[in-house]
């Protein structure tokens, strides 16, 4: 059974940092891509990052691109994203995902507040 579970996520001021973190289970985690993505109410869904399964090719929303950084650690199956100048924009359910033989899935998600 593939899961994802992500940890992390919690209240900042403007202009701070978290950083979140996935571990994988139930598939041979350095065969594949692994990113983030964001959901906020009212908002549509967008892929923050992602990183190729070795760990040679990023891709990063617009939005986020010098602030976020996306790492991965094959060792421990896990998944890292680094969010640093939070804005209140970034505020959103963080979530973890894999796209396995052409299906999604996704954790529990882990929220980030960033007030103002």
């Known amino acids: 059974e593939v899961q994802l579970v992500e940890s992390g996520g919690g209240l900042v001021q403007a202009g701070g940092s978290l950083r979140l973190s996935c571990v994988a289970s139930g598939f041979t985690f350095d065969d594949y891509a692994i990113g983030w993505f964001r959901q906020a109410p009212g908002k549509e869904r967008e892929v923050v990052a992602c990183i190729d399964n070795s760990d040679s090719g990023t891709f990063y929303l617009d939005s986020v691109k010098d602030r976020f950084a996306i790492s991965r650690d094959n060792a421990k199956n896990a998944v890292y994203l680094q969010m640093n100048s939070l804005k209140p924009e970034d505020t959103a359910v963080y979530y973890c995902?894999?796209?396995?033989?052409?299906?999604?899935?996704w954790g529990q998600g882990t929220q980030v507040t960033v007030s103002s």
């Open positions: 995902y894999a796209n396995i033989l052409s299906r999604y899935y």
